[in-house]
């Protein structure tokens, strides 16, 4: 059933696109100009994402095979389907409203009650497909009917949905984050590009932590962490609040000192290593918070990213961040106290990248951000991913670090209590009820 989680995860991608948009529409309202790059954005990722993808998977394959196999479900999924055929006439129909709206020939208040009318059927839509398809699919489907459609699904050659149709739909999420206004996304004029490249497979073992500890007086933080990152890999870490997470991130860089154990890294034993001879050596950390230095610029910001890297990678490692991230170009000189929080949290991201890490640390990237940004911390992480980045992520929404893991390891109270990949813990019972609310 391994499609009705893609489904479910692409379902709260669209509902963040959603909200996003009744954002803006009430932006409209208070007389804010109509932006047509921004909806052009918009307008293409649904057009690629949903009408010419998301659809189309449902209904050549979990609909048609559930047609088969239950009556009932004729009735829900005609009505469905019907919204899937009218789907691209909907939105050419937005697209004419956008151009009259920005020519002056419609008023902005009435583009966005027609967005608000789309974006109403668009959360129907779903909720219906989450409270009666899927159900009823999990319900009627037998064992070959899932073997099909999951084959299809996990299928990463299929030009509809493998992996450079991904790579597609991550690069126009991307444009409508960076182009979004800052109060909901990163307020660019210029999207960038997520440069993604082809990564390569998992291979040796580039972090080994044996019965690592670290005290804070006498509570004992970490009580012999042991884990493993492999070269290439994303693996995250998740678990309560007070779990460990942090401080297992912060002994790591030889920020928190390690009262036992021992933290291999690159086959050298780093344990008794200065947090700066670590990074020196390839860790780089984007903090919980952001912590960006605020009074500094951002160009500085990112060149402090860069201080322990030979002058002659600094402009080019600069420019790629740019090129990812174009608000913090257009900022550059600007304090970085003066950005949002999620333009602070690229900010953060670009600075442990210009460090040109072998192990980039994310801890808590989507923590208090919109849920736009949410979403593109996430198309960032995945695309860091792609170019064959080594991450260990710390993350509050488990739900979305352990989907996009290799593997992942739970944390509680100092102690990790299960891991697996990442597949295998959100299929966990004792997981989805302490961490995803299932």
Known sequence: MEALRIISEEHRN??????????????LDQGTQVDPAFFTSVFDYIENFIDRSHHPKEDDFLFRLLRRRSAEAGAIIDRLQAEHKNGPENLKALRQRLARSAAGGEASGEFAEALRIYTHGLRNHIRSEEKDVIPLARET???????????????????????????????????????????????????????????????????????????YGRIKALKGIDLEVNKGELVALVGANGAGKTTFLRTLSGIQPMSAGAIHFDG??????????????????????R????????????????????????????????????????????????????????LAIGRALMGRPKLLLLDEPSMGLAPLLVEEVFNVVKTLKAQGMTILLVEQNAFAALAIADRGYVLETGNVTLTGSGQELLSNEQVRAAYLGM
Not at 268 to 289: A, N, V
């Open 141 to 215: 489907l037998v064992a070959e009917d899932w073997a099909e459609i999951d084959r299809a699904f996990l299928d990463n050659d299929d030009p509809l949905f493998g992996e450079k149709a991904k790579a597609e739909f991550r690069e126009l999420f991307h444009r409508i984050a960076s182009l979004a206004p800052d109060s909901i996304g990163l307020g660019g004029h210029s999207a960038g590009e997520l440069q993604p490249g082809a990564a390569p497979g998992a291979g040796r073992t580039l972090l080994k932590v044996s019965g690592v500890e670290s005290c």
């Open 14 to 27: 669209l509902w963040r696109l959603a909200t996003t948009i009744d954002l803006v529409a009430d932006e």
């Open 268 to 289: 050298e034993d780093i344990s008794q290593l200065r947090s700066d001879l670590r990074m020196r050596r390839g860790i780089c950390q984007s903090p919980e918070g």
């Open 291 to 346: 912590q960006v230095f605020g009074p500094l610029s951002i160009e500085d910001n990112l060149r402090l990213g860069a201080y322990t890297r030979p002058k002659g990678q600094v402009e080019g490692d600069l420019e790629k961040v740019f090129g990812m991230f174009p608000i913090l170009k257009e900022k550059r000189a600007l304090p970085a106290g003066t950005l949002s929080g999620g333009q602070q949290q690229m």
